[in-house]
């Protein structure tokens, strides 16, 4: 099987083209060729396929063999792939997701996709539907109480859920490993959750730390960076548009309120390309 590594800010998983390789068992190749140690190394496995409601389907897995709703660094990458590998010439594509159609714009330079904007589409805010436990018709700067430790969380679905948690301290020096599945975890999360941990530095830049569910921490999170900049407008903290720095670099995120749609722009990058044995494939 032939595959791609590739990486947006850092947040890694290894491509596969399924309009030319078939894989049965998706979840379980993605545990076995996430690890870092015995596989190749990633944050999880990302097919292209086929679609017949869009231009391409990204199909996403995590690194644990959960099923993902929706990647913004993952689909950067996957408009990326299409482009240099031949499979569109078009810098204007649609990919279909779990989490809906999303439509890409490419820069291209030397052949070569350098930056994609994806149209991430509407933020949810209804509880019932990113899901999270709340009597509420928004979860906006509301206390949760998480292994006996207050704190205040906002809630957004870009497609996934994400629950957004504002701290005064550096970023850096949180306790992520165990801070992070606590949150995944809780029982107020029905599909568990991913969790941004944000410094808000002026009106227009912000800094996160982001734990993924079924990933663990991982450098960037385009999803939970669009997350973190919706909630920072719920809450009066920054404009509309926001850069949003993460360990693997920054993102570009803008909330057109008008629109009610979010923009994300940023890189996608190809680390190289390889093949995995057909007895690992099952």
């Not at 993952?74 to 594509?93: E, F, N, P, Q």
Request: aromatic content about 8%; overall charge negative.
């Amino acid at each position: 099987m032939k595959f791609t590594k590739m990486q947006g800010l850092g947040n890694d998983y290894v491509y596969v083209n399924c309009f030319r390789e078939k894989i049965a068992d998706p979840s379980r190749l993605a545990v076995k060729i996430s690890d870092r140690h015995f596989g190749v190394g990633s944050d999880g496995l990302i097919l292209i396929n086929p679609s017949d409601k869009a231009d391409f389907e990204m199909e996403m897995y995590n690194a644990d063999g959960s099923r993902g709703e929706m990647c913004g660094n993952g689909i950067r990458c996957v408009a990326k792939y299409v482009y240099d590998y031949g499979l569109t010439d078009h810098t204007s594509i649609s990919v279909e997701t779990l989490g809906g159609i999303k439509y890409l714009d490419l820069t291209v330079k030397d052949g070569k996709a350098v930056l994609v904007k994806v149209n991430m589409g509407k933020p949810e805010l209804s509880p019932e539907k990113i899901p999270v436990v709340s009597a509420g018709e928004k979860v906006v700067d509301e206390p949760i109480d998480v292994d006996g430790q207050n704190y205040r969380m906002t809630c957004v679905s870009m497609g996934n859920p994400h629950a957004v948690v504002y701290v005064d301290c550096d970023v850096r020096n949180l306790p992520l490993e165990e801070i992070g599945p606590k949150f995944e975890n809780h029982e107020r999360f029905p599909n568990r959750v991913n969790t941004e941990f944000v410094r808000v530095l002026d009106r227009r830049t912000v800094e996160m730390r982001v734990w993924e569910r079924g990933s663990g921490e991982t450098l960037a999170c385009g999803t939970g960076a669009c997350a973190v900049a919706v909630s920072c407008v719920l809450n009066g903290l920054t404009e509309d548009e926001v850069t949003v720095k993460l360990l693997g670099g920054d993102l570009q995120i803008k909330w057109d309120r008008e629109k009610d749609t979010v923009f994300m722009t940023g890189p996608a990058e190809v680390v190289f390309d390889g093949e995995w044995p057909a007895e690992g494939i099952d």
